[in-house]
């Protein structure tokens, strides 16, 4: 089944500094790819949605310039948490569509914690 | 009040019990329905979509009332195996974003 890599599965870094997580659709074209933010004993909330080529759209009260997001190929779509606080610390997933049969495909997520 | 609720849990159940959980979504443009279950510190995995008809894949049932805005999951003769936190999920018409409800977190007792 189609496979999205997810990298890093956890970090841990300092206050102030940046984080870039990756996510790769390993054998289809992820044209749309969703980021998820899910901090513990709570819901997967949709930060972004990001689309090949173009900006992402941001859900109400996610900062743009806080998380950027970049998808700039069909298979490749990066998160970066820059100026990381100790607020930011949760597991961070994306989430890409591969059409109507297989759906939503996931991956395996990054636990990011930030000190 | 949040787009999809569920029942708060947490459920203790015996192995080989029945258990069931609900779940409301708000949004009458609510278009496409799924179960997710995800186990501690992984992703959500698709359990199964949820259908007007209803479906059954093995021992599990799901059901969805449109009119009430109500969906269910059914697990019949519990495992072990079942214990994880499972995700009511829908998108809306004209929107492929899933939204997810807050979760039930199932444990399964030998």
């Known amino acids: 089944g189609a496979v999205v890599s997810q990298h890093p599965s956890w970090v841990i870094c300092k206050s102030g500094t940046s984080v870039k997580i990756e996510c790769r659709s390993l054998?289809?074209?992820?044209?749309?790819m969703f980021w998820y933010r899910q901090f513990p004993k709570q819901s997967l909330m949709l930060m972004a949605t990001?689309?090949?080529?173009?900006?992402?759209?941001?859900e109400q009260g996610v900062e743009k310039d806080k998380f950027l997001i970049n998808h700039a190929s069909l298979t490749l779509s990066t998160l970066t948490v820059t100026s990381a606080h100790p607020e930011d610390s949760s597991f961070y997933i994306c989430s890409a569509i591969n059409g109507p049969v297989d759906g939503y495909t996931f991956g395996s997520g990054t636990r990011l914690t930030v000190v | 009040r949040k787009e999809v609720e569920q029942d708060p849990g947490p459920f203790n159940v015996p192995e080989g019990a029945t258990v069931a959980f609900n779940c409301t979504y708000s949004n009458s443009a609510s278009q496409s329905f799924f179960w997710y279950r995800q186990d501690c510190r992984k992703e959500p995995k698709l359990l199964m979509s949820?259908?007007?008809s209803g479906n059954e894949d093995g021992r599990f049932t799901a059901q969805l009332n449109r009119a009430s805005q109500y969906i269910s999951l059914l697990i019949r003769d519990s495992k072990l195996s079942d214990s994880a936190t499972y995700l009511c999920?829908?998108?809306?018409?004209?929107?492929?974003?899933?939204?997810f409800g807050t979760g039930t977190r199932l444990t399964i007792i030998p």
């Open positions: 990001s689309n090949e080529g173009s900006k992402a759209t941001y």
């Open positions: 999920v829908v998108t809306t018409r004209g929107n492929e974003k899933l939204t």
């Open positions: 054998d289809f074209q992820a044209t749309t």
């Open positions: 949820v259908y007007s």
